[in-house]
């Protein structure tokens, strides 16, 4: 049982550049979402998922699109990297959007963008 | 999500109890306290929740006022990898699309 595991672990990309951020889990959770982290920022959600084939927006989305295929992945896709989107980017899951227990997160993605 | 207020910092002696405070004063009565906490550049890791009794698990002990307007995380016999930012959150549970809201949080550091 791996728990979420998001790859690469650290990445630089080119002002216009694109890229995915992967993410997998492999505890049959239905909910899973993407945050960044920013220093004095805390954790900003930016697109979710209440299972496959369902994605939504979080409160900053733009220059982000996700996709759901199965239950297990849930890619992020940046479409033209800028350098405001350099941050340090987490996945977490939980087994339903509403169930009590906490989200398990992964171990995050590095991103520098320059 | 209601606010929660914790101390910036604290120190723990190695194989001692860590007693960390919360305090949530306008919590509202469908709203859990989740404990989650981040060691240096890893992902958020989840602790423990409750919504009025106290709750005990492998990594530690919830303990929540009667009035439900503070709690404590105990982490019964600290150790150095218990080094982290602590979060006490309050919010109803898990729901979808609204993020988790870490504050400040509390930097425990465990010496030995």
């Known amino acids: 049982n791996a728990g979420v595991t998001q790859t690469p672990k650290f990445q630089v990309l080119k002002t216009g550049q694109s890229m995915t951020l992967q993410c997998a889990q492999d505890m049959n959770h239905e909910y899973m979402s993407w945050y960044r982290q920013d220093p004095g920022m805390g954790l900003r959600l930016i697109h979710y998922?209440?299972?496959?084939?369902?994605?939504d927006q979080g409160e900053v989305p733009n220059g982000y699109n996700v996709s759901r295929s199965t239950t297990e992945d849930f890619p992020l896709r940046l479409l033209s990297a800028a350098p405001s989107q350099t941050s340090v980017y987490f996945c977490?899951?939980?087994?339903?959007?509403?169930?009590?227990?906490?989200?398990?997160f992964g171990s995050g993605t590095r991103l520098t963008v320059v | 999500d209601a606010k929660t207020t914790q101390p910036p910092s604290m120190d723990c002696a190695e194989g001692r109890a860590a007693n960390l405070p919360c305090n949530h004063s306008?919590?509202?009565?469908?709203?859990?306290v989740y404990w989650y906490r981040q060691i240096h550049s890893q992902g958020p890791q989840y602790i423990i929740h409750g919504l009025k009794n106290n709750e005990t698990n492998e990594m530690a002990s919830l303990i929540i006022t009667e009035d439900r307007k503070s709690s404590t995380l105990i982490l019964p016999h600290a150790t150095l990898r218990d080094t982290a930012v602590y979060y006490c959150?309050?919010?109803?549970?898990?729901?979808?699309?609204?993020?988790?809201?870490f504050g400040k949080g509390t930097t425990l550091s465990v010496s030995s």
């Open positions: 998922s209440v299972g496959a084939g369902i994605t």
């Open positions: 306008t919590i509202s009565g469908n709203e859990y």
């Open positions: 977490a899951s939980s087994f339903t959007a509403g169930t009590q227990g906490g989200y398990t």
């Open positions: 959150i309050v919010r109803v549970p898990n729901q979808a699309g609204t993020a988790l809201i």
